[in-house]
């Protein structure tokens, strides 16, 4: 039986959180009820992530016109939701990091001083869950009483939320059980801001035109209000295991990173390497989480695709683990062609957001076939046919699926400490200049790498898309500390692991030709790229060694099976002294935003840099 109570007026806060409650925890119990008494909900529900709280939540939300059963056949156990139009993707404007200091968050994060937000935030949250009912949602990020797990709890008043932090995380019992007294977790607060009179009929997505996402890192809690979209209110994600989470690693010694994790078996010796990729926003982390080579002699599976927790391990080797337990993925662009692993794994059991629906109650967005259907209802529940001028599915929509039903998926996933990492990849959209791969000349060379990507803008932020901004280890948005710090603390890691670190690379699938398309084929035959990369990391593969990293030897990059023009191929790998000196002028404005907090060894990096490409 769920537990559910509705306030009776004599009946206090105190009661209605109390008496249905599953844990005997205090400090939980009162920080719930701090929670209720001021959002005053009409009533409280203790998750415990079962599929009977699933299978009531999802009716009530169909039942209330918010979710639209897809057919049974075809989609079984999934279904759509539409967003209001103007909440569709992360707002990094109204993304706060309220740390004492306005230095500790630096000049890449917006700020307000931890009192100031609170005052600002509470007559917000005052009443907002009024005639809606209040989740508690406990989960761990990793498995249970894992070596780099963490635990919280997000109190929401979005069912949806519920509903997707059920596929996100380890949700329910196990974890709320963890949390002891005196032990470490976080604590987060959603509301949709939209609180319900007397009589008020709902909205189908309710939200507010006015949000706010807020982090408290010294306290560990987030405060989120007004959105009910994706990593705005799913806290587990990028709010805890990324901004709340990248301090904890600071402070405590590991690392909280926006990259995919994958398995790589070599099919002759039985060897296994792992791997971690940092790219930004819809720049192909799930992709190539999921991974199909296209050349034989790899096995490819997957651990995660989008963020990683990693920590050195006793045998002084740096280990890793998803904390995840679903994929909140990008929909658009994904086909049997570009991603067969992903639509294998959205067979059922997904909640999709945003996308169109077709007239035989199935799920249909730009890029899931060749062939587009000849009508179709478009995100906004309009009619929509091929010669709409507009998208049918959002750019942003996404899936929302458990990561147990990927095909792809690796044993690892469930590995409590974590595995060890072989190499780490940064990446980005780049048009221009980044070439298809180089390794680092040294881990500082490869702090200096990641700390200096840069991407083009996609559908994922609020923007212009196609921008080129400067995306730190795909962290820009992300980092719940000072990003010079942050380049400080990786820089230490390194002097940690010493000659136990992985490798680290940059790639580039994006590069364009000057008529616009794309020089490498990219998808499956990135496995091209990963192989020489493990041949590196074994010492086999030969390189040529550049101003700005050691590129494959010619001959080295496997390239049997595709025609890659050799024009193209030469301009995949060029690399033009002048545009990155250019780019070196722009590092040094781009590190001048920080002022002395840049670490030295980055300083002389871009030093060298400009000594080699002079050279
Ligand atoms: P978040 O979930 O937003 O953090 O992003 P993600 O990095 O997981 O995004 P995802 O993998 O879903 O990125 C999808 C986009 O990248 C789609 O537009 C794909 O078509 C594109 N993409 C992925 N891999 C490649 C590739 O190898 N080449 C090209 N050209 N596009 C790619
Ligand atoms: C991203 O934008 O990097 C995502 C989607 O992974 S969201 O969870 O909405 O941030
Ligand atoms: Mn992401």
Not at 200 to 217: L, M
Not at 269 to 276: E, F, P, R, V
Not at 514 to 541: H, K, M, Q, T
């Given at each position: 039986m769920s537990a559910t109570q509705t306030i009776e007026a004599e009946s206090t806060v105190t009661d209605l959180v109390r008496a249905n409650a599953t844990t005997a925890n205090e400090e939980v119990l009162q920080w719930v009820t701090e929670v209720a008494e001021l959002t005053k909900p009409v009533e409280v529900v203790w998750c415990d992530g079962s599929q009977d709280e699933w299978n009531r939540i999802t009716s009530e939300m169909v039942e209330a016109g918010s979710l639209i059963p897809l057919n049974k056949d075809l989609r079984p156990g999934s279904f759509l939701a539409r967003s209001h139009p103007a909440d569709v993707a992360r707002v990094e404007d109204r993304t706060f990091i309220c740390s004492e200091k306005e230095e500790d968050a630096g000049p890449t994060n917006n700020w307000v001083a931890p009192a100031e937000m609170k005052a600002e935030l509470m007559p917000l949250f005052d009443g907002a869950m009024r005639g809606r009912t209040m989740y508690v949602v406990p989960f761990s990020m990793g498995p249970v009483g894992g070596a780099i797990t963490q635990l919280g709890i997000e109190i929401t008043d979005s069912p949806y939320a519920v509903l997707n932090m059920r596929i996100m995380t380890r949700m329910g019992q196990a974890a709320l059980d963890g949390i002891t007294p005196g032990s470490e977790w976080v604590r987060t607060v959603h509301s949709v801001g939209a609180p319900l009179e007397e009589g008020q009929a709902d909205e189908a997505w309710p939200c507010n035109d006015t949000k706010y996402i807020t982090h408290f890192p010294e306290t560990l809690e987030v405060w989120s209000y007004g959105s009910g979209y994706g990593g705005n209110a799913l806290l587990s994600k990028k709010c805890?295991?990324?901004?709340?989470?990248?301090?904890?690693?600071?402070?405590?010694?590991?690392?909280?990173?926006?990259?995919?994790?994958?398995?790589?078996?070599?099919?002759?010796?039985?060897?296994?390497?792992?791997?971690?990729?940092?790219?930004?926003?819809a720049c192909g982390k799930t992709n190539l989480a999921m991974l199909q080579p296209t050349i034989p002699g790899w096995k490819v599976e997957t651990i995660g695709d989008d963020i990683a927790w990693l920590r050195p391990g006793k045998d002084g080797r740096l280990y890793a683990i998803n904390p995840e337990a679903g994929f909140f993925g990008v929909a658009p662009g994904t086909g049997e062609s570009t991603n067969p692993v992903a639509m294998e794994t959205l067979w059922g059991n997904t909640i999709f957001t945003n996308v169109a629906l077709t007239d035989d109650g199935d799920v249909w967005w730009e890029g899931k076939t060749d062939e587009v259907p000849a009508h179709l209802t478009d995100w906004q529940g309009n009619d929509w046919t091929p010669d709409a001028d507009r998208p049918a599915a959002h750019p942003n929509s996404r899936f929302t699926v458990p990561i147990q039903q990927t095909p792809s998926l690796a044993a690892d996933w469930y590995e409590q400490d974590g595995v060890p990492l072989d190499a780490i990849l940064f990446g980005g959209r780049r048009a221009t200049n980044v070439p298809l791969v180089a390794q680092s000349l040294s881990w500082e060379h490869g702090v200096f790498v990641g700390a200096t990507v840069s991407s083009e803008k996609t559908a994922a932020q609020e923007g212009t898309v196609g921008e080129l901004r400067r995306d730190p280890f795909a962290m820009l948005p992300f980092c719940g500390y000072n990003m010079a710090d942050y380049w400080g603390h990786w820089l230490e890691m390194g002097e940690t692991l010493g000659d136990k670190a992985p490798k680290v690379f940059q790639?580039?699938?994006?590069?364009?030709?000057?008529?616009?398309?794309?020089?490498?084929?990219?998808?499956?035959?990135?496995?091209?790229?990963?192989?020489?990369?493990?041949?590196?990391?074994?010492?086999?593969?030969?390189?040529?060694?550049?101003?700005?990293?050691?590129?494959?030897?010619?001959?080295?990059?496997?390239?049997?099976?595709?025609?890659?023009?050799?024009?193209?191929?030469?301009?995949?790998?060029?690399?033009?002294?002048?545009?990155?000196?250019?780019?070196?002028?722009?590092?040094?404005?781009?590190?001048?935003?920080?002022?002395?907090?840049?670490?030295?060894?980055?300083?002389?990096?871009?030093?060298?840099?400009?000594?080699r490409l002079s050279a």
């Amino acid at each position: 039986m769920s537990a559910t109570q509705t306030i009776e007026a004599e009946s206090t806060v105190t009661d209605l959180v109390r008496a249905n409650a599953t844990t005997a925890n205090e400090e939980v119990l009162q920080w719930v009820t701090e929670v209720a008494e001021l959002t005053k909900p009409v009533e409280v529900v203790w998750c415990d992530g079962s599929q009977d709280e699933w299978n009531r939540i999802t009716s009530e939300m169909v039942e209330a016109g918010s979710l639209i059963p897809l057919n049974k056949d075809l989609r079984p156990g999934s279904f759509l939701a539409r967003s209001h139009p103007a909440d569709v993707a992360r707002v990094e404007d109204r993304t706060f990091i309220c740390s004492e200091k306005e230095e500790d968050a630096g000049p890449t994060n917006n700020w307000v001083a931890p009192a100031e937000m609170k005052a600002e935030l509470m007559p917000l949250f005052d009443g907002a869950m009024r005639g809606r009912t209040m989740y508690v949602v406990p989960f761990s990020m990793g498995p249970v009483g894992g070596a780099i797990t963490q635990l919280g709890i997000e109190i929401t008043d979005s069912p949806y939320a519920v509903l997707n932090m059920r596929i996100m995380t380890r949700m329910g019992q196990a974890a709320l059980d963890g949390i002891t007294p005196g032990s470490e977790w976080v604590r987060t607060v959603h509301s949709v801001g939209a609180p319900l009179e007397e009589g008020q009929a709902d909205e189908a997505w309710p939200c507010n035109d006015t949000k706010y996402i807020t982090h408290f890192p010294e306290t560990l809690e987030v405060w989120s209000y007004g959105s009910g979209y994706g990593g705005n209110a799913l806290l587990s994600k990028k709010c805890f295991a990324l901004r709340i989470a990248s301090v904890m690693g600071r402070n405590e010694g590991w690392l909280a990173e926006h990259m995919l994790l994958l398995k790589l078996t070599n099919v002759d010796t039985g060897k296994a390497y792992h791997l971690s990729a940092a790219f930004p926003s819809a720049c192909g982390k799930t992709n190539l989480a999921m991974l199909q080579p296209t050349i034989p002699g790899w096995k490819v599976e997957t651990i995660g695709d989008d963020i990683a927790w990693l920590r050195p391990g006793k045998d002084g080797r740096l280990y890793a683990i998803n904390p995840e337990a679903g994929f909140f993925g990008v929909a658009p662009g994904t086909g049997e062609s570009t991603n067969p692993v992903a639509m294998e794994t959205l067979w059922g059991n997904t909640i999709f957001t945003n996308v169109a629906l077709t007239d035989d109650g199935d799920v249909w967005w730009e890029g899931k076939t060749d062939e587009v259907p000849a009508h179709l209802t478009d995100w906004q529940g309009n009619d929509w046919t091929p010669d709409a001028d507009r998208p049918a599915a959002h750019p942003n929509s996404r899936f929302t699926v458990p990561i147990q039903q990927t095909p792809s998926l690796a044993a690892d996933w469930y590995e409590q400490d974590g595995v060890p990492l072989d190499a780490i990849l940064f990446g980005g959209r780049r048009a221009t200049n980044v070439p298809l791969v180089a390794q680092s000349l040294s881990w500082e060379h490869g702090v200096f790498v990641g700390a200096t990507v840069s991407s083009e803008k996609t559908a994922a932020q609020e923007g212009t898309v196609g921008e080129l901004r400067r995306d730190p280890f795909a962290m820009l948005p992300f980092c719940g500390y000072n990003m010079a710090d942050y380049w400080g603390h990786w820089l230490e890691m390194g002097e940690t692991l010493g000659d136990k670190a992985p490798k680290v690379f940059q790639v580039n699938w994006f590069r364009k030709g000057a008529d616009g398309r794309f020089l490498w084929p990219g998808f499956g035959d990135n496995s091209r790229v990963i192989d020489w990369i493990i041949r590196r990391v074994e010492g086999e593969a030969r390189g040529r060694e550049t101003a700005i990293g050691t590129v494959p030897a010619d001959g080295e990059l496997n390239l049997e099976g595709i025609e890659v023009p050799a024009e193209d191929l030469d301009e995949l790998f060029s690399i033009d002294p002048a545009s990155w000196l250019a780019e070196a002028d722009l590092t040094e404005e781009f590190f001048a935003r920080f002022g002395d907090r840049v670490p030295v060894a980055l300083r002389d990096q871009l030093t060298q840099l400009r000594q080699r490409l002079s050279a």
